[in-house]
């Protein structure tokens, strides 16, 4: 007959808590598998020598610890969640604020290369000495071409789309990490659209200002499930 032995018995509350945690911490870090079921059983007081009686106060005050924790951490990942969605909305206002800036600029483009353009053909008519009559049904083509090439009204009302399907996003429930990158891929692509079309500095400034929003919203979005 052996003798000496210590029989063992699991200690089924505090293991099943302790798999609530580390399943909380896969969601919480991003990490994917089971617990390991080996890395469990030695985890402190997950097996226990058995015992003729057990105590139900020490039992019940270590699911309560554990219950506190989870929650704890619940609602510690509820308050970064709303403060990284406040800074978002943030980052979204900024963004709203620079696209009048450009459809204002684009809409006095149009006249600036009429006069531009007239003001080419007078310099060169001086320059050579000579007096041409200007053709106007000519000038208004080369204008129309020129406007039609640095259009962006387009751009302007997808840009203006990107930006209200992002903020819908934001305050909706479950993952949204791959939409909202999507998203700000979107509006990086106008942006650029829009720098490669004009000249005008007022433009430039407004679209370069919009990629360094969505720059810093695309460091936010790596925060986001």
Do not use: C, W
């Not at 039609?148 to 819908?168: K, P």
């Not at 004009?198 to 929003?213: H, P, W």
Request: charged share 35%.
């Amino acid at each position: 007959e052996r003798t000496g032995e210590i029989s063992y018995e699991l200690n089924r509350p505090l293991i099943s808590g302790y798999i609530s945690a580390l399943r909380a911490m896969q969601q919480e870090f991003n990490v994917t598998g089971e617990p390991d079921i080996n890395v469990i059983a030695r985890l402190p007081g997950a097996m226990q020598p058995v015992r003729d009686g057990i105590d139900e106060r020490m039992v019940a005050g270590v699911e309560q610890a554990i219950d506190d924790a989870l929650s704890d951490l619940e609602q510690m990942r509820a308050r970064e969640g709303e403060e990284l969605a406040a800074e978002m909305r943030s980052r979204l206002d900024e963004i709203e604020r620079h696209v009048p800036v450009i459809e204002n600029a684009a809409s006095g483009l149009v006249e600036a290369y009429r006069s531009r353009l007239q003001k080419r053909i007078a310099e060169l008519v001086a320059r050579e000495g000579q007096s041409i009559e200007l053709d106007q049904g000519r000038l208004a083509q080369e204008v129309a071409y020129l406007a039609d090439r640095s259009d962006i009204s387009e751009e302007i009302a997808r840009l203006r789309s990107h930006l209200t399907q992002f903020r819908e996003v934001v305050e909706s429930d479950g993952e949204s990490g791959k939409r909202l990158d999507f998203l700000l891929q979107e509006l990086n692509r106008e942006a650029n659209t829009v720098l490669s079309k004009s000249t005008d500095l007022t433009i430039k400034e407004a679209g370069l200002a919009i990629k360094a929003e969505v720059e810093k919203l695309r460091e936010q979005v790596q925060n986001v499930e």
